[in-house]
């Protein structure tokens, strides 16, 4: 079955960190770029971070420059998001999404060909 799945979400304080895996399943991601995305309901999904095919990333929300990190291990067939120092903006549920080589900065739906379904990610005291 082709699908991306993602765990690691859960609930934290402010200041710990969490980091979500985008694991693929029926397919490889060596030549896919990966974007995470998060929703806060009642708002637009915004596109977070991406790492393309060639191991570029790109780090589209100022606030989390520099406390997350997005890495791709090809052998595991999985995308992460180290993030630390988590704040309670951070809260949101958390996509990943894969599209053919590039981080193109599109952010609907047909865009990708794949989309997990999600994981939580919680943070408050």
């Known amino acids: 079955q082709l699908q991306l799945v993602e765990s690691g979400g859960g609930s934290v304080q402010p200041g710990e960190s969490l980091r979500l895996s985008c694991a693929a399943s029926g397919f490889t991601l060596d030549f896919y770029a990966i974007t995470w995305f998060r929703q806060v309901p009642g708002e637009e999904r915004e596109g977070v971070s991406c790492i393309n095919s060639a191991n570029v990333t790109i780090y589209w929300v100022d606030s989390v420059k520099g406390r997350f990190t997005i890495s791709r291990d090809n052998a595991k067939n999985t995308v992460y998001l180290q993030m630390n120092s988590l704040k309670p903006e951070d809260t949101a549920v958390y996509y990943c999404?894969?599209?053919?080589?590039?981080?193109?900065?599109?952010?609907?739906?047909?865009?990708?060909?794949?989309w997990g379904q999600g994981t939580q990610v919680t943070v408050s005291s």
């Open positions: 999404a894969a599209a053919q080589y590039y981080c193109s900065g599109r952010s609907g739906r047909y865009d990708f060909d794949y």
